[in-house]
């Protein structure tokens, strides 16, 4: 049965990646609602290896590579058990494992973490963003910082990733203002619960407009992600 599952897995990865090839701009997971009571198991397990900000991390990977990832690191198997699995050599499976963690930024021996954002700091960033507080909302970002926006080519977003911190901040601080007029003016945001995490959405009306997720390191926001493709909005 893990068998079927991982050949399957593999092919829809597959799938999947050769229809991004000729996506316009940056390509994010699908948000989705989630129930706000959780056990919490499942909510550590998710916080863990399931966050929003690790599954942008694990799109670098390739799909042979993300199998041996998940496999390890989310179930726990071990590499003779992976090696079966996928028809190869137990080395290599190591060596996947390497890259894997290599491309994600994970050194050998660390946690795999990337750290969702809590209520607090959530409200915090929605207060800074809706008042367009330049200042504010720098004292929450990582000099690092990155802002990644899919608009699937259907909407207004940015087509590549942005990397300063000033430019993030700058950006941010006018958007909420700046999409207004769009919208008639009738824009407004609400904290919820999606991909198991509390996010930030924006509607109009029944419109939804756009979802965002943020990622912590260190005590600051690391990675902000937005979602404005209304395809991928139908269950935000």
């Not at 959530?122 to 008042?131: A, G, H, K, M, N």
Request: proline share 5%; charged share 30%.
């Amino acid at each position: 049965m893990c068998k079927m599952v991982t050949n399957r897995c593999l092919d829809l990865q597959k799938s999947a990646r050769r229809k991004r090839e000729i996506y316009v701009g940056p390509w994010l997971p699908e948000p989705f609602r989630t129930p706000e009571e959780e056990t919490l198991e499942s909510t550590v397990v998710r916080r863990d290896m399931l966050s929003y900000a690790m599954l942008v991390l694990l799109e670098r990977l390739t799909p042979t590579e993300r199998v041996v990832f998940v496999l390890r690191e989310a179930l726990g198997f071990d590499y003779p058990e992976i090696a079966k699995l996928l028809d190869k050599k137990e080395a290599n499976c190591r060596k996947l494992m390497s890259r894997a963690r290599s491309k994600i930024g994970i050194s050998v021996g660390d946690p795999v973490v990337a750290e969702a954002a809590e209520m607090d700091w959530v409200s915090r960033f929605l207060t800074s963003f809706e008042q367009g507080n330049v200042d504010q909302i720098l004292s929450l970002l990582t000099e690092d910082v990155m802002l990644v926006s899919d608009g699937g080519g259907k909407v207004l977003a940015f087509t590549r990733p942005i990397q300063t911190r000033d430019q993030v901040a700058r950006i941010l601080a006018g958007a909420f203002e700046g999409i207004k007029p769009y919208y008639r003016g009738s824009l407004f945001s609400e904290i919820a619960p999606l991909n198991g995490e509390t996010s930030i959405v924006l509607r109009s009306g029944d419109e939804t407009v756009a979802a965002i997720f943020l990622q912590l390191r260190h005590g600051k926001i690391a990675g902000i992600y937005i979602v404005r493709n209304p395809d991928k909005l139908t269950r935000a």
